[in-house]
């Protein structure tokens, strides 16, 4: 026995096993302005992640209340808030930046076309965590428009799927729609044989695969902001964690979309 076991410093720094890994550049980490668009099962965890990563100035935006059907895939919201109606972008700040105490959190009450194209300049990731595509292709045109990396995610069951955009440079959601190899990818993961690219209706959703989409969002923002654009998915990862596959698909950039110019 060797007596009493004191912490050294190493474990004095909260992110001392984040700066083992030889790419992350923790430092340009903790200076990065995000903006997460959608509190829901995707959001939470978004922000979550990002929180632990070492982000601390995040801007969340979301329209909607708390409810009971949030609570089996929502980390941050607890049975009295949805008794009580909460905001989720009031609860998700408040839970956030309990994780850590330098984090900043501002929260928006309200939809994703309110927020001026202008005022999204200041970040540098833009995620998407959307359910519905009119707001997914408002998000993706503004970002591309002030050339902020844009990051999308969406779930349906245990199938979900991440987007890389890095205006101008490669593909967007828009150019992904176009393309008929890529309607066939999303027929193949999509849960009924239909060609789905977002889906407006209510959705089957759990944690686990909310979770594995939020993750790889965020693992590619962390590359982005390190400047390992390079490593990024080019430029969309579908995922089945039924039968445990993922795919990667190369997109082309169209040349007719207008959000190239
Ligand atoms: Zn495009």
């Known amino acids: 026995m060797t007596g009493t076991i ?11 096993r984040s700066r083992r890994i030889a ?19 995707l959001g939470n965890e978004v922000v979550k992640d990002l929180v632990l990563s070492g982000i601390q100035d ?15 895939r929502c980390v941050f919201f607890r049975e009295g808030d949805a008794e009580r109606s909460l905001a989720k972008v009031d609860v998700v700040a408040q839970r956030a930046m309990e994780l850590a105490p330098d984090v900043r959190i501002n929260s928006i009450e309200g939809k994703v ?47 979900g ?40 209706r209510k959705i089957a959703a759990e944690i686990t695969t909310s979770s594995i989409i939020a993750a790889i969002q965020v693992r590619e923002a962390l590359k982005v902001i390190s400047g390992r654009s390079e490593a990024c998915i080019r430029h969309v990862e579908y995922y089945d964690g039924y039968q445990v596959r993922s795919e990667c698909y190369e997109l082309e950039l169209d040349p007719d979309c207008p959000n190239h110019g």
């Open 6 to 16: 004191r912490p050294g410093f190493i474990d004095e720094d909260r992110y001392d």
């Open 113 to 159: 076309e309110d927020i001026a194209t202008e005022e999204l300049v200041r970040f540098d990731v833009i995620f998407g965590c959307l359910d519905n595509i009119a707001a997914r292709l408002h998000l993706n045109a503004q970002a591309g428009h002030v050339k902020v990396p844009y990051i999308d995610g969406g779930t349906d069951g245990f199938r």
């Open 161 to 200: 799927k991440v987007q890389v955009v890095l205006p101008p440079a490669t593909p967007c959601l828009q150019c992904a729609m176009n393309q008929s190899h890529q309607r066939i990818l999303e027929r193949r993961f999509s849960c009924t044989g239909a060609e789905v690219v977002v889906h407006e």
């Open 23 to 41: 790419w992350l550049d923790v430092e340009r980490v903790r200076r990065t302005k995000c903006l997460v668009v959608g509190v829901g099962a």
């Open 58 to 72: 995040i801007t969340i935006v979301d329209m909607d209340q708390v409810v009971r059907s949030n609570l089996n």
